[in-house]
Each structure stands twice: as structure tokens, then as C-alpha cells.
């Protein structure tokens, strides 16, 4: 097969990619090695819009501007068949966590957020009546998604050009750019592209090495997060507590789905590669441990969900987020790493450590990519 541009991995931002590539230029594919698009980080997390308030612009820029620019584009796709609500978020404070408010509301401001708003109690109660903080940042923007619904918007515009159940084994220069190996069940694909674009999640390091380059390599590293649902509880949109910077997450928080679900989560534990993509939940594993987890996460939204009763939470679901940074370091940038063919034409693409807010980006990396290669060509 010969191609303009091979996208490796369909996940939100490979599927997104593939899209903004295929409007400006044919034979662009996006190649997946899962069964179906998707299958990991794109369908495990949050489903929230994020609006940009939680990252510098100066340790963290390209983060911050891909989520306000990816915010803005997600309001404005024509996606009628797809389920989602610009509903706004809380972010709450108790006593004494105040300050803190006032410094995600100056951060997201200088990133371009807008509409930020410190409120007190009583305002944050009129909002969300089932939440009680001392104080909370209002932010407009934030919203929810269905994250199947968002992939499968993409994946029917790029159609027969997503296929699945397609491992990439090698990538070597060629004069006319790459020449991939393709696994595909028994057999091997030769594919030839002039750009590939690797935006394979998780797996985004490991096939970054199975090209032949010398030097040292990006490598990441994996937090797996567990979710409970509460289906006794409803409430109209995301609230999250202000959170402990060097967690490695944005806390647990409560997220109601576009259906209408309430559930609890992330946690952070930091997990190997090994033992990064078994998805299984303390509650099917270990009681003991799935007993302590489960009052952590009790105690950590009751603090502002009072009416939520331990009894109520039910095991959920299980995600990975990739990482650049290790566990106890501050949080890394996502990263974009290019390797031109020094014997040819063309060039490869890699992004690594495309966490969160890696649903809401993925517009703004998609079209930051397509923008890349049209100068490149042009």
C-alpha cells in the first residue's frame, strides 16, 4: 500500500488526525493494532471538555493552548450525532484552600479562559445544590462528551481508511520517505508513506524504537485511574476539589455523564508497563485493598458531596494515563518529537505523553499536525 500520510494509532487524536489530514491531501490512513478505535485512554477517562485552567504557559504551554484552542473547536464541530454539553464545571475549595481558587482563576485568564468566576458557598450551592464549599471557581466553558460518540464522528468521515487489527512492526527510511511492516493477523503489509504521524498513546514510545534511530528516546510512564458510579446521586456538571499539584492527577472528582451517570474518579497509581493494560478493578481483585480504595474515594467527595453514602458507590470503570514525567516529578508538556529522513523525502511524527487533557486537545493537535506537514509541502 502506498500512502501520503500513515497515522499510527486510533485513538481520539490518531482518528482526529487522520480527518484534518484527509481534507487536504488523499491515500492518508490511520492504522490500529486493537480490534477496533479506540479501545484504551480514548474511552477510559473523564469525557470532560476542559477549559485550560490547569496548566502554566510557562512550564506547560503547548498543553494549556491545545486545550483552550481544542475547547473553542469541539463547541464549534458540526457534530449533531454526537452527545455533549457545554454545562460548565466547578472547582471547589474548603476552608483555608481559598488562595487557590484565585490561582487557577489568574492562571486559565492568562491562557485565554474565559468567563472565570470566584464565587462563594452559598453561589456555588445555587449552581450545583447537592455541593457544599466554602468557595468555588466557576468556569463556563468546561463541558462534557461522550468520548465513543466523538471517535466514531471522526471514524465515519474517514471510513475504509481506519483499519483496525494492524501492528506496526518496523519503520525504515526509504528515498520516498518510510516503508512501514505491517502485522495484520498472519500475514505482513508493506506500506509506504512520505509522512507518518505516530499518535499511538501509550504505546507511542514503543513504536518510536521500532525505528531505526540512534540516541535517546522519550520514554513514558503510566498511571492506571479507577472510577466508582453512584447511580443514586444526580447532579448537572463536573466538580472537582482543588487538588494536590504533585499528585499527579486533578484529584477525584464528581462527573456526570451525557446520560446522565455520576461517577467518581480518577485515583493515581502509578502502575508498570506490565501491568499497565489489564483494566481490572481493585473490587474484582483484592477486597482488602478494594475496601481502603473505595473510603478513599468516600472520603474525598463526601468533603463536598454530602449526600453521598458510602453504600452507593459501585465498582466502575479502569483507564491508563501515559506520562512523560515519573511518579513524584512536576508534570511534563505534551511532547512532539520529529525524525526527518535523512536519505529522502518526508518525515515522522511522533506525540508522547498525550494524557489529559488529551480528549479535549485532540482537534487542536489534529489540525496543529495538518498545518505542520501543508508547510512542509508547500
Given at each position: 500500500?502506498?500512502?501520503?500520510?500513515?497515522?499510527?494509532?486510533?485513538?481520539?487524536?490518531?482518528?482526529?488526525?487522520?480527518?484534518?489530514?484527509?481534507?487536504?491531501?488523499?491515500?492518508?490512513?490511520?492504522?490500529?493494532?486493537?480490534?477496533?478505535?479506540?479501545?484504551?485512554?480514548?474511552?477510559?477517562?473523564?469525557?470532560?471538555?476542559?477549559?485550560?485552567?490547569?496548566?502554566?504557559?510557562?512550564?506547560?504551554?503547548?498543553?494549556?493552548?491545545?486545550?483552550?484552542?481544542?475547547?473553542?473547536?469541539?463547541?464549534?464541530?458540526?457534530?449533531?450525532?454526537?452527545?455533549?454539553?457545554?454545562?460548565?464545571?466547578?472547582?471547589?475549595?474548603?476552608?483555608?484552600?481559598e488562595r487557590e481558587l484565585e490561582i487557577l482563576k489568574a492562571q486559565g485568564e492568562e491562557n485565554g479562559v474565559e468567563g472565570l468566576e470566584i464565587i462563594d458557598g452559598k453561589d456555588v450551592a445555587k449552581k450545583e445544590p447537592l455541593v457544599k464549599a466554602r468557595a468555588g471557581l466557576w468556569v463556563p466553558s468546561a463541558g462534557m462528551i461522550n468520548p465513543d460518540e466523538f471517535m466514531k464522528y471522526y471514524?465515519?468521515?474517514?471510513?475504509?481508511?481506519?483499519?483496525?487489527?494492524?501492528?506496526?512492526?518496523?519503520?525504515?527510511?526509504?528515498?520516498?520517505?518510510?516503508?512501514?511492516?505491517?502485522?495484520?493477523?498472519?500475514?505482513?503489509?508493506?506500506?509506504?508513506?512520505?509522512?507518518?504521524?505516530?499518535?499511538?498513546?501509550?504505546?507511542?514510545?514503543?513504536?518510536?524504537?521500532?525505528?531505526?534511530?540512534?540516541?535517546?528516546?522519550?520514554?513514558?510512564?503510566?498511571?492506571?485511574?479507577?472510577?466508582?458510579?453512584?447511580?443514586?446521586?444526580?447532579?448537572?456538571?463536573?466538580?472537582?476539589?482543588?487538588?494536590?499539584?504533585?499528585?499527579?492527577?486533578?484529584?477525584?472528582?464528581?462527573?456526570?455523564?451525557?446520560?446522565?451517570?455520576?461517577?467518581?474518579?480518577?485515583?493515581?497509581?502509578?502502575?508498570?508497563?506490565?501491568?499497565?493494560?489489564?483494566?481490572?478493578?481493585?473490587?474484582?481483585?483484592?477486597?482488602?485493598?478494594?475496601?481502603?480504595?473505595?473510603?478513599?474515594?468516600?472520603?474525598?467527595?463526601?468533603?463536598?458531596?454530602?449526600?453521598?453514602?458510602?453504600?452507593?458507590?459501585?465498582?466502575?470503570?479502569?483507564?491508563?494515563?501515559?506520562?512523560?514525567?515519573?511518579?513524584?516529578?512536576?508534570?511534563?508538556?505534551?511532547?512532539?518529537?520529529?525524525?526527518?529522513n535523512t536519505n529522502g523525502v518526508g518525515k515522522m511524527i511522533s506525540l508522547l505523553g498525550i494524557e489529559s487533557p488529551g480528549l479535549t486537545a485532540a482537534p487542536a493537535l489534529a489540525k496543529d499536525i495538518a498545518d505542520?506537514?501543508?508547510?512542509?509541502?508547500?
Amino acid at each position: 500500500m502506498q500512502a501520503f500520510a500513515i497515522v499510527i494509532g486510533a485513538g481520539i487524536v490518531g482518528l482526529a488526525t487522520g480527518y484534518e489530514l484527509s481534507k487536504r491531501h488523499e491515500n492518508v490512513f490511520v492504522l490500529e493494532r486493537e480490534a477496533r478505535y479506540g479501545m484504551h485512554a480514548s474511552s477510559r477517562n473523564s469525557g470532560v471538555v476542559h477549559s485550560g485552567v490547569y496548566y502554566s504557559s510557562s512550564n506547560l504551554p503547548w498543553k494549556a493552548g491545545m486545550c483552550v484552542q481544542g475547547n473553542r473547536m469541539i463547541y464549534e464541530l458540526p457534530m449533531d450525532d454526537v452527545a455533549y454539553k457545554r454545562s460548565g464545571k466547578l472547582i471547589v475549595a474548603q476552608d483555608g484552600e481559598e488562595r487557590e481558587l484565585e490561582i487557577l482563576k489568574a492562571q486559565g485568564e492568562e491562557n485565554g479562559v474565559e468567563g472565570l468566576e470566584i464565587i462563594d458557598g452559598k453561589d456555588v450551592a445555587k449552581k450545583e445544590p447537592l455541593v457544599k464549599a466554602r468557595a468555588g471557581l466557576w468556569v463556563p466553558s468546561a463541558g462534557m462528551i461522550n468520548p465513543d460518540e466523538f471517535m466514531k464522528y471522526y471514524a465515519r468521515r474517514l471510513g475504509n481508511s481506519v483499519l483496525c487489527g494492524r501492528e506496526v512492526e518496523s519503520i525504515d527510511f526509504m528515498k520516498s520517505g518510510f516503508w512501514l511492516r505491517v502485522r495484520a493477523g498472519g500475514r505482513i503489509e508493506n506500506v509506504t508513506a512520505r509522512y507518518v504521524i505516530n499518535v499511538a498513546g501509550a504505546g507511542a514510545d514503543t513504536v518510536l524504537k521500532r525505528m531505526n534511530v540512534t540516541g535517546d528516546l522519550p520514554e513514558q510512564h503510566f498511571c492506571e485511574g479507577v472510577y466508582y458510579d453512584v447511580p443514586e446521586i444526580t447532579i448537572s456538571m463536573p466538580v472537582y476539589p482543588v487538588h494536590d499539584q504533585g499528585s499527579g492527577g486533578l484529584g477525584i472528582h464528581a462527573i456526570p455523564d451525557t446520560s446522565g451517570r455520576l461517577r467518581l474518579g480518577p485515583n493515581t497509581i502509578w502502575v508498570s508497563r506490565e501491568n499497565a493494560f489489564d483494566y481490572q478493578h481493585p473490587a474484582d481483585a483484592d477486597p482488602a485493598v478494594s475496601e481502603t480504595m473505595k473510603q478513599e474515594f468516600f472520603e474525598s467527595v463526601h468533603l463536598f458531596l454530602p449526600s453521598l453514602s458510602y453504600e452507593g458507590l459501585r465498582p466502575g470503570t479502569v483507564g491508563v494515563r501515559a506520562k512523560l514525567q515519573e511518579k513524584g516529578e512536576p508534570p511534563k508538556d505534551f511532547l512532539s518529537y520529529i525524525i526527518n529522513n535523512t536519505n529522502g523525502v518526508g518525515k515522522m511524527i511522533s506525540l508522547l505523553g498525550i494524557e489529559s487533557p488529551g480528549l479535549t486537545a485532540a482537534p487542536a493537535l489534529a489540525k496543529d499536525i495538518a498545518d505542520l506537514i501543508y508547510a512542509w509541502e508547500n
